[in-house]
C-alpha cells in the first residue's frame, strides 16, 4: 500500500477514512497498517465482479480476497440462486462511472455554504437535503478535492471512491423484492466489501417496499436508504 503515513499516502488515507467511517476500532486500523508494511498475514487482493440482477438490473460487486478462486465461485454460485447471472468483467461496468463521494452531515451548513465550498474545491456536483450532503468529484481528484473542503467546512462523514449509475433499470415491487434476496446473500459472503447497482423505483414501490419490517430493518445500516429519498439510492449494501 506504499507509505505507512496516511498523510503522506493518499490511497491509503482514503481507506482509513473508509474504516472510521463503518466505526472500526482505532487499534484495527493500526494493526492493519502495520501488517500491509511489514508484509506479516495472508496477501489479499482487491477483484470486482459484475454480473446482471433480476429484470437486468446491472450489479458490480467488489470483493477483498486471499483465494481468487473461492470468492468466484461463490460470487458466481450466489448470482444463478437468485436469479441473476454473473458476466464477464465490463460487461455492467459501462452503466457505471467511478467517481469520489464526500459525505458531510447537515449541520456543517446550509445548501449554498456546501455548494460554494464543493465549486471551490473542485468538486463536480452536489446533493444536499435534510439528513446530510454528497459531494461528487472526479477519481482523480478525490484526495485534492477532500484536502480542500476538509480546509473549509472541517472533517467529512465519509470519503470513498464509489460507481456511480450513469444508466438506470427501473424496477418494480417483485424486481426490487428479488433484488434485496440476491444482494443480501452477496453481502452475506465474507470476503464481499460492497455491492453497488443502477436500480431505480417509483415512490409508490418504495412505500410498498418499506412497509415490509424484514426489509426495513435489513435497510437500517445503509442498503436503501437515500439521505435525500429513497428513490435513487445507487448502493444496496
Given at each position: 500500500m506504499g507509505d505507512p503515513d496516511p498523510d503522506k499516502n493518499p490511497r491509503l488515507r482514503l481507506a482509513v477514512k473508509e474504516a472510521k467511517s463503518q466505526s472500526m476500532p482505532k487499534d484495527n486500523i493500526e494493526r492493519a497498517i502495520r501488517k500491509s508494511v511489514t508484509g506479516e498475514g495472508?496477501?489479499?487482493?482487491?477483484?470486482?465482479?459484475?454480473?446482471y440482477g433480476p429484470s437486468g438490473v446491472a450489479v458490480i460487486v467488489e470483493a477483498l480476497t486471499d483465494n481468487r478462486n473461492r470468492t468466484a465461485s461463490r460470487v458466481r454460485s450466489t448470482f444463478s440462486r437468485n436469479g441473476g447471472n454473473l458476466g464477464e468483467t465490463g460487461s455492467v461496468g459501462f452503466m457505471f462511472e467511478r467517481t469520489g463521494e464526500v459525505a458531510y452531515p447537515a449541520e456543517v451548513g446550509d445548501a449554498d455554504t456546501v455548494m460554494m465550498a464543493a465549486i471551490q474545491a473542485g468538486a463536480e456536483d452536489v446533493e444536499s437535503g435534510k439528513d446530510g450532503h454528497i459531494i461528487w468529484c472526479?477519481?482523480?481528484?478525490?484526495?485534492?478535492?477532500l484536502n480542500k473542503l476538509e480546509s473549509e467546512l472541517g472533517e467529512s462523514q465519509s470519503t470513498r471512491l464509489i460507481w456511480k449509475p450513469t444508466i438506470r433499470t427501473e424496477l418494480d415491487l417483485d424486481g426490487m423484492q428479488k433484488l434485496i434476496k440476491l444482494v443480501g446473500a452477496l453481502e452475506d459472503d465474507d470476503d464481499v466489501q460492497?455491492?453497488?447497482?443502477?436500480?431505480?423505483?417509483?415512490?409508490?414501490?418504495?412505500?410498498?417496499?418499506?412497509?415490509?419490517?424484514?426489509?426495513?430493518?435489513?435497510?437500517s445500516a445503509e442498503a436503501l436508504i437515500w439521505p435525500f429519498g429513497p428513490v435513487r439510492w445507487p448502493y444496496i449494501g
Open positions: 495472508e496477501e489479499y487482493e482487491e477483484i470486482r465482479y459484475e454480473g472526479a477519481d482523480t481528484d478525490l484526495n485534492d478535492v460492497r455491492v453497488t447497482t443502477n436500480f431505480e423505483a417509483s415512490d409508490e414501490v418504495m412505500a410498498q417496499l418499506l412497509k415490509d419490517p424484514c426489509v426495513t430493518v435489513w435497510c
